[in-house]
């Protein structure tokens, strides 16, 4: 499990995926994916943001309410906080490459499908 930000900057960093650094955001460190806030841990609840969308959220909270929490500074937007400890390695891989994908430009990612990006 992951237990705080420097496992999941790791993690994170270990996917060996192109465009993506570690950056500051609000004060905080991050990690950014094509310029863009791609995770990072919450100021205001021990978690992980990982990107999604709000019924994914409440879906997922429903499911485990103990692993999936929210903050009421991210209620409006759709943001999945995932408590510390309780954050499954193998999930945040998963949630990551897929983010990645989808903030990708097209012509980016049309590029590295094919090889043509290290």
Do not use: C
């Not at 930000?5 to 905080?28: F, I, M, Q, R």
């Not at 997922?60 to 408590?83: C, E, N, R, S, W």
């Amino acid at each position: 499990m992951i237990h705080a930000w420097e496992d999941l900057k790791s993690l994170g960093l270990s996917l060996g995926l192109p465009k993506v650094e570690v950056a500051t955001s609000w004060g905080n460190e991050a990690l950014k994916a094509h310029g863009k806030l791609w995770t990072w841990w919450s100021p205001y609840v021990d978690a992980a943001i990982f990107k999604g969308s709000i019924d994914e959220r409440e879906m997922l909270m429903q499911a485990d309410p103990d692993t999936f929490v929210l903050h009421p500074h991210y209620a409006k937007h759709g943001f999945i906080l995932v408590a510390a400890g309780r954050i499954d390695p193998d999930w945040a891989k998963a949630r990551l490459r897929s983010t990645w994908r989808d903030m990708a430009p097209k012509r980016f990612l049309k590029s590295y499908d094919a090889g043509e990006v290290d």
